[in-house]
Structures are given as structure tokens and as C-alpha cells.
């Protein structure tokens, strides 16, 4: 079946929100969960908390994004397609990540 474009777009966005908890945060603290101590130093620590933290904060959002995209499709069909463009698309999740990980580096 035909996925629109923003959704598609959306729901890869989500997924690499969620590879990168998987990979960057969720991965590395399985032995430090373990063994009660972290080895990777403190630089690797801020970088999973930051990375974790945003993408958690952008999967959400993302989730969010593909339910508005659809209720606009639904509501109005006849502008959607030249109310969600493929920019605009680009701009919102540029914006999304830049908007998570600003708020977990304050």
C-alpha cells in the first residue's frame, strides 16, 4: 500500500529515534547496570544521557507528528498536499532534533 510522504518520513524519523536509544544509550549501560561501576569515563556518560534523552523526547513527538499528519489528511484532503510538503517535512524534524537536544544540553 501507498504510505503518504510525511508519514513515511515521520515514522523513519521515529525509528531512528529509537535505534539510537537502542544503540547510544540503552547498549552501552547493560554493563554498567551489571557490574555497579561505568568504565567509558565521563564524556561518554553526558553523551548517552543527551542522546537518550532527546531521542526519547523526539520519538514521542515523532508518534505525536504522524497522528496530526493523518488527522490532516483526513480533515482537509483537498489542501493537504499543498499544506505538507516535503520541506516543510524536513524542516519540522530538523527542528524537532534541534529543539530536543537544546533542552537536555541546558
Given at each position: 500500500?501507498?504510505?503518504?510522504?510525511?508519514?513515511?518520513?515521520?515514522?523513519?524519523?521515529?525509528s531512528?529515534?529509537?535505534?539510537?536509544?537502542?544503540?547510544?544509550?540503552c547498549?552501552p549501560s547493560?554493563?554498567?547496570?551489571w557490574?555497579?561501576r561505568?568504565?567509558?569515563?565521563d564524556?561518554?556518560c553526558?553523551?548517552?544521557g543527551?542522546?537518550?534523552?532527546?531521542?526519547?523526547t523526539v520519538s514521542?513527538?515523532?508518534i505525536?507528528l504522524v497522528?496530526?499528519?493523518?488527522?490532516c489528511?483526513?480533515?482537509?484532503?483537498?489542501r493537504?498536499?499543498?499544506m505538507?510538503?516535503?520541506?516543510?517535512?524536513a524542516?519540522?524534524?530538523?527542528?524537532l532534533?534541534?529543539?530536543a537536544?537544546?533542552?537536555?544540553l541546558?
Amino acid at each position: 500500500r501507498h504510505i503518504a510522504m510525511a508519514t513515511r518520513a515521520f515514522l523513519i524519523n521515529l525509528s531512528v529515534s529509537d535505534l539510537c536509544v537502542g544503540i547510544i544509550a540503552c547498549a552501552p549501560s547493560s554493563y554498567p547496570a551489571w557490574t555497579g561501576r561505568w568504565p567509558y569515563g565521563d564524556i561518554w556518560c553526558q553523551i548517552s544521557g543527551i542522546v537518550h534523552g532527546s531521542s526519547v523526547t523526539v520519538s514521542i513527538w515523532s508518534i505525536s507528528l504522524v497522528s496530526i499528519d493523518r488527522f490532516c489528511a483526513v480533515t482537509w484532503p483537498m489542501r493537504y498536499n499543498t499544506m505538507v510538503t516535503r520541506c516543510r517535512c524536513a524542516m519540522i524534524i530538523a527542528g524537532l532534533w534541534l529543539c530536543a537536544s537544546v533542552s537536555f544540553l541546558a
